[in-house]
């Protein structure tokens, strides 16, 4: 399983990005793929993660304003992050593992197995 994600850039508070995750290799219906993030001196943190059997699940500083799809036809995996902030500031990797996590993990990053290589998301002024 490979993944490669892209999308980053500089943007000012308030503004807006799509991140986008190519996957290739054999992925079913079970597996998670979601977005983390790590800001500098900080642990990864969950961002988003979809499922196509379970839906979305997101972290409370992001609910309302990030929205996580996918495109099976494309085997991509999209980000949209609307409304930006300072705090938002991080690089942003996208990874998946096999096998289905109750809803209380699924956000946890060490329960991931493969991971892209992060792009980075500035957010200033």
């Known amino acids: 399983v490979q993944l490669q994600a892209s999308g980053g850039g500089l943007v000012q508070p308030g503004g807006s990005l799509r991140l986008s995750c190519a996957v290739s290799g054999l992925i079913s219906d079970y597996w998670h793929i979601g977005w983390f993030r790590q800001a500098p001196g900080k642990e990864r943190e969950g961002v988003s993660v979809i499922t196509k059997r379970e839906g979305v699940t997101y972290a409370d500083s992001v609910k309302g304003r990030f929205t996580i799809s996918r495109d099976d036809a494309k085997s991509t995996v999209y980000l949209q992050m609307n409304n930006l902030k300072p705090e938002d500031t991080a690089v942003y990797y996208c990874?998946?593992?096999?096998?289905?996590?109750?809803?209380?993990?699924?956000?946890?990053?060490?329960?991931?197995?493969?991971w892209g290589q992060g792009t980075l998301v500035t957010v200033s002024s």
């Open positions: 990874g998946t593992r096999k096998g289905r996590l109750i809803l209380s993990a699924r956000l946890s990053a060490i329960q991931y197995d493969y």
